[in-house]
């Protein structure tokens, strides 16, 4: 077996991987073609494996990030029982044999998932770092305890919008869709992702059992707004939402989002925002009352006219 073939059966065999590292994501966010996998082994075991996107364009080699996935990174295998003098310097000396089977490439521009806190491995081989931010509820076993966590306007948009608006579970990803896309028209700006891109996701959480798509909605049949969540054996995640202009005073997208945690507790551990950097975008995450976790964005260029170019855009 080649290294893909290794990871594709590694995600088979083995439990509790972030969904962002599964071979089927990959399929879905970068297609068949267009991503690869590095493997490190001692004595037979996987110790560590890695799967990366590969985007060709103007004839340059670029390793880099798929839209709508939180983050990548190396999964690095524990053997229990096995003695380590360092979990750390075991996590770096996986990283650093991986990095070696690295194939060439003109851009690397990664996000880490948050679970990889130090990236020195990366630091010394000439990587940039910079961290990025995301909240997360870490503990979804007693709701009562989340709600009361929530800042008091949410709470109050909340009870709102329940009484305005029904939540509906819906398998129409092209509705969807369509209100996700009011979001980025309302702000002038070209939606990132095609709605086959979607599909494509979606077709892939569908076979696998792990999305749920929601609707808020009042009695006249409006949509107000729509969420789109994901998740793993430790952790929900939503991906992506949208609302109606219209209705933006209803309260629906607090309420949606409740509805989603709450649906989430009976799935997983723990529910991530995925967040983002845009300040009210983030004021309106931490209004839920989740930890802010850090996560690493890692870049390296290897072509100097890229350098240039990239520097010259900054």
Sequence with gaps: M??????????????DLILFQQDWWMDAVCGKDNWDSIVY???G??????AYPIKRKYNLKLIAMPMLTLGMGPIITYFPGQKYASL????????????????????????????????MAFHWKGFTQKTRY?????????????????NSSIRSQIRKAEKETTIIESEDIELFYKINSLTFKRQNKKVPYSLSYVKQIDEACKNNNCR??????DNEGNIHATVYIVWDNQSAYYLMGGADETYKS?????LLLWSAIKISANLTKQFNFCGSMLSNVERFFRSFGGEQIPYLHLKKVNN?????????KK
Excluded: M
């Excluded at 290294?3 to 439990?15: F, G, L, N, V, W």
């Excluded at 749920?212 to 909605?217: E, S």
């Design 88 to 119: 750390l310097s075991h996590e770096q000396q996986v990283i650093e044999e991986l990095h070696k089977q690295l194939p060439p490439f003109d851009l690397f521009d990664l996000y880490f998932l948050p679970i990889y806190k130090n990236q």
């Design 134 to 150: 995301t909240y997360r509820i870490n503990d979804l076993s007693n709701l009562d305890k989340v709600f009361e966590e929530f």
């Design 304 to 312: 100097k006219a890229l350098s240039i170019l990239l520097t010259l």
């Design 45 to 50: 075991n996987i110790v560590g494996a890695w």
């Design 250 to 254: 209803s309260g629906a997208y607090s």
């Design 212 to 217: 749920k798509i929601l609707f808020a909605k």
């Design 2 to 15: 080649n290294d893909k073939e290794k990871y594709r059966h590694y995600c088979k065999i083995t439990k």
């Design 41 to 43: 082994e001692n004595n």
